[in-house]
């Protein structure tokens, strides 16, 4: 409990302070809370779609591309992120509709996961941001291994998302 009043108050405080949006964030809290309950939902922001928590936290599992009226793919957002950066595109061995973004950086390359509804038990579909043999980058371009600060809905804000993390990581 003192765990998600800390939480909490770390989020409201970074809100305030303009370093992160509302509403992604504290979707991404809420998870994380909720899976830190044992998987029980009815996490602080009134349960969720992890673990079967009742109502609440739940998130249309097609967005829609901004100004397009077209349903998000992760195809869609794995081919633009590859255009922005100079990046690849291949699709993830096991699962239909899941794409890896290898984008040239040194040695270690960075690497974009765009992951299908269902993936690692996710209900809607998400992304993360890696490089290449370190942990997950959160929306600050940090190392993390929280996925509650490293695995993201798929939203019509995706894109810019992923080039802001990378650009965050980066330096810029």
């Known amino acids: 409990?003192?765990?998600?009043?800390?939480?909490?108050?770390?989020?409201?405080?970074?809100?305030?302070?303009?370093?992160?949006?509302?509403?992604?964030?504290?979707?991404?809290?809420?998870?994380?809370m909720e899976i830190d309950e044992g998987g029980r939902g009815g996490g602080a922001f009134g349960g969720g779609n992890i673990g079967g928590g009742g109502g609440g936290g739940v998130i249309d599992p097609s967005p829609v591309a901004e100004g397009t009226g077209e349903?998000?793919?992760?195809?869609?957002?794995?081919?633009?992120?590859?255009?922005?950066?100079?990046?690849?595109?291949?699709?993830?061995?096991?699962?239909?509709?899941?794409?890896?973004?290898?984008i040239p950086n040194g040695k270690r390359p960075i690497i974009v996961r765009i992951m299908e509804a269902g993936s690692g038990g996710r209900a809607?579909?998400?992304?993360?941001?890696?490089?290449?043999?370190?942990?997950?980058?959160?929306?600050?371009?940090?190392?993390?291994?929280?996925?509650?600060?490293t695995h993201f809905d798929l939203s019509n804000e995706s894109v810019q998302q992923i080039l802001n993390i990378i650009d965050k990581y980066r330096g810029r």
């Open 1 to 32: 409990m003192f765990r998600k009043i800390i939480t909490l108050f770390v989020v409201v405080t970074m809100v305030a302070i303009g370093l992160i949006g509302v509403v992604p964030r504290i979707t991404q809290v809420a998870r994380a």
């Open 71 to 102: 349903a998000l793919s992760t195809q869609s957002v794995a081919d633009k992120v590859a255009s922005e950066l100079g990046g690849n595109v291949s699709k993830i061995d096991g699962d239909v509709n899941s794409w890896k973004v290898n």
């Open 124 to 149: 809607n579909p998400y992304f993360r941001v890696s490089v290449d043999g370190k942990p997950a980058l959160t929306l600050e371009g940090k190392f993390s291994s929280d996925h509650g600060l």
